[in-house]
């Protein structure tokens, strides 16, 4: 199995098999931002349009892989009309380099209002690490989602069950006992 091969042939999209209206949610560790926004990019590129949101919070730099960014659910009504791909968050922490998540009911409320799209959602953080245990509040995943897709990353392999490398190692360890 050649990975790199797997990486820059396999379309997201195609092995995922979506179709417009679908929700996916993102979950796992490290490389969920990434892989939501290549889907993204896939997606318009076959000519769909799709909205990209998070219920936990982004890196203020991540802002950058969406063309449009807006705060509001009128502001993404606006938006839409003329960008296929536009990111929809809640407010930006300046303080702490972040964006916060949009919150579960304004995306369920409007859900319905929104048609002829894919919606990807970013729902859960790990701090950038490449692998994780949810806690017990994670992860935040609205029930209308049609598709999870659980993400670890590679870089973990052979790396130790410490904090550098996992977020919540101990979780990791407690549940890798059972």
Do not use: C
């Not at 606006?78 to 998540?101: C, F, N, W």
């Not at 994670?138 to 790396?159: A, W």
Request: glycine letters at 6%; charged letters at 20%.
């Amino acid at each position: 199995f050649n990975s790199s091969w797997f990486v820059l042939h396999v379309k997201l999209l195609k092995a995922l098999r979506l179709k417009e209206n679908d929700v996916v949610a993102f979950v796992g560790a490290g490389g969920k931002t990434t892989a939501m926004f290549r889907l993204a990019n896939e997606i318009v590129e076959s000519g769909g349009r799709v909205i990209t949101t998070t219920t936990t919070r982004l890196g203020l730099d991540q802002l950058s892989l969406a063309p449009v960014h807006v705060t509001t659910f009128e502001e993404l009504q606006i938006a839409l009309q003329t960008s296929p791909h536009v990111l929809l968050t809640g407010e930006i922490d300046y303080d702490e380099r972040k964006v916060l998540g949009v919150s579960q009911s304004l995306i369920s409320n409007r859900q319905p209002l929104i048609t002829n799209y894919y919606l990807l959602i970013e729902a859960d953080g790990s701090k950038q690490l490449p692998f994780k245990a949810p806690a017990e509040h994670e992860p935040v995943i609205p029930d209308f989602v049609t598709h999870v897709v659980n993400i670890v990353g590679i870089d973990v392999i052979g790396k130790p069950l410490t904090g550098e490398y996992v977020h919540r190692p101990e979780i990791v360890a407690r549940l890798a006992e059972t």
